[in-house]
């Protein structure tokens, strides 16, 4: 496993600037013909906050019995549901990413884990902004510049290598079944809403529950993020949800590379 983990870094550091310029093709890609360009990766995800925001604040009022002098509620939701959008995007579309560019595989013979480097990477592009928009809610809502914000960029590289990991396992399985494909797809909407991207995990007063929540990776950077710019807390502090992930990044990993090892011959000839 370690050989094949050795030639993944290399080929991923070989192929960095082919990597970077697919990246940003991607993005251009998906923008082009709109006139408002960029703007939409940003417009759509406003529209779900604003929706959710709505439903559960001004129409359910969850957030109205927060402690006086609590951040608004706005922010806290913001706060889960920015990063949930890039953790959306790599349980749908990078999953399946071999089928989205089956000519690097079949023509250019591009490595099988720089494509999945280049979604994650065009995805994570689009976090950037919606992390700007973010800094720019919480600024708003007067929170100042103070010491937990350092933990963002390693919440976000954590983010990056564990989800780029998953596309990585998952595209390669999904590339020898489309049944693979479908059941995370399915998987999604029940990932959202058990996960506490729009509730608190630490609310649930079941013990095992919360325990089993925290072994949960989408919680883990949903309650971590939320940490950061919330609750003013470091993510290393909640020791189980840090277990969690570390026992979901180390399995994650081994898998990624058995089924790398078993299929990287094969996904061309599938393909």
Known sequence: MLSTLTTILRDNWEWRKQIGRLA??????????????????LI?????????????????????????????????LCAGLIPWFFMQDMLGAGIDV???????????????????TIFTSATMLVQFMLMAALLAIYFAC?????????????????????????????????????????????????????SGVIFDVNSIHIGWIQTILH????????????????DKTWFWDNSVACAGFAIAFVVTLVLALLVYKKLNKEVADVL
């Open 98 to 116: 071999l089928h989205r560019y089956p000519y690097l595989v079949n023509k250019i013979k591009f490595p099988l884990s720089g494509i999945s």
């Open 142 to 194: 007067g929170m100042p510049l103070d010491i937990y914000l350092l933990q963002v960029p390693i919440l976000l590289l954590m983010m990056f290598v564990f989800w780029d990991i998953v596309s990585l396992l998952f595209s390669q399985l999904s590339a020898m079944s489309k049944d693979v494909a479908n059941l995370m797809h399915a998987m999604s909407t029940p990932f959202f809403w058990l």
């Open 44 to 76: 759509k995800p406003a529209m779900y906050v604003f929706c959710f925001w709505f439903a559960l604040d001004v129409g359910l009022r969850v957030g109205s019995g927060g402690a006086e002098g609590a951040p608004p509620y706005i922010l806290w």
């Open 215 to 230: 072994l949960n990776p989408i919680t883990f950077f949903v309650s971590a993020f939320r940490g950061a710019f919330y």
């Open 24 to 41: 940003i093709f991607e993005l251009v890609k998906k923008s082009r013909g709109a006139v408002l360009s960029w703007a939409w990766f």
